[in-house]
């Protein structure tokens, strides 16, 4: 059975880091692409990164230079380590994941077709 689980999440100042972990199980990372989406109060998601089973990843530019995704394939973990946190990254953050094999890796939500439960990031002072 395919799951994703999320955490990591907090509260943390204008500035600061935190790194989400998306633990991944019932497939092999490497097989599949996982993004990482959030989605503010009042907002519609939005795709934040997302890593290919290649390795290579896409970020949106809202946080480009800021975030980075990364894989584990031996713990099966998609992590987002997220520095210079500002206040609009405030959201509850989830993984996905899109089992096209074309190797295509987007931002936009409907081509994922498994999400994790989410976990809540805050960014205030």
């Known amino acids: 059975q395919l799951q994703l689980v999320e955490s990591g999440g907090g509260l943390v100042q204008p500035g600061g880091s935190l790194r989400l972990s998306c633990a991944a199980s019932?497939?092999?990372?490497?097989?599949?692409?996982v993004g990482w989406f959030r989605q503010a109060p009042g907002k519609e998601r939005e795709g934040v990164s997302c890593?290919?089973?290649?390795?290579?990843?896409n970020y949106a530019d809202s946080v480009k230079g800021r975030f980075t995704i990364s894989r584990d394939s031996a713990t099966n973990t998609v992590y987002l380590q997220m520095n210079n946190l500002k206040p609009e990254d405030t959201a509850v953050y989830y993984c996905?994941?899109?089992?096209?094999?074309?190797?295509?890796?987007?931002?936009?939500?409907?081509?994922?077709?498994?999400w994790g439960q989410g976990t809540q990031v805050t960014v205030s002072s």
């Open positions: 996905a994941l899109d089992r096209d094999l074309s190797g295509r890796c987007v931002l936009g939500q409907f081509e994922y077709d498994h």
């Open positions: 019932g497939f092999i990372l490497p097989a599949y692409a």
């Open positions: 890593i290919r089973g290649s390795g290579s990843s």
